[in-house]
């Protein structure tokens, strides 16, 4: 069974960082791309990060310098390291892989 969980996420200061991880299990993370979506009440989703599975990444612009995507295929878990995080940042973030979306963890920035 193909799942994607995510953890990591909850309540945070402006300024602070957070990690998230997401599991995945049910396919070899090593032969895919993944990434990381976020959604804010009221927006549509949108891309954060993306890694493939050569270990290359990008970033959407709002996100560059601040947070790092990272895989490690060993442990199937994939991270985003945020840091620096503002109260813009304050969504849903979803793991994605080509074969199945995360349930979505909250990540919640107080100014």
């Known amino acids: 069974q193909v799942q994607l969980v995510e953890s990591g996420g909850g309540l945070v200061q402006f300024g602070g960082s957070l990690r998230l991880s997401c599991a995945a299990s049910?396919?070899?993370?090593?032969?895919?791309?993944m990434g990381w979506y976020r959604q804010a009440p009221g927006k549509q989703r949108e891309l954060v990060a993306q890694?493939?599975?050569?270990?290359?990444?990008r970033y959407s612009d709002s996100m560059k310098g601040r947070f790092t995507i990272s895989r490690d295929n060993g442990k199937s878990t994939v991270y985003l390291q945020m840091n620096s995080l503002k109260p813009e940042d304050t969504a849903v973030y979803y793991c994605w892989s080509p074969i199945r979306w995360g349930q979505g963890t909250q990540v919640t920035v107080s100014s």
């Open positions: 049910g396919f070899l993370l090593s032969n895919v791309p």
């Open positions: 890694i493939t599975s050569g270990g290359s990444t």
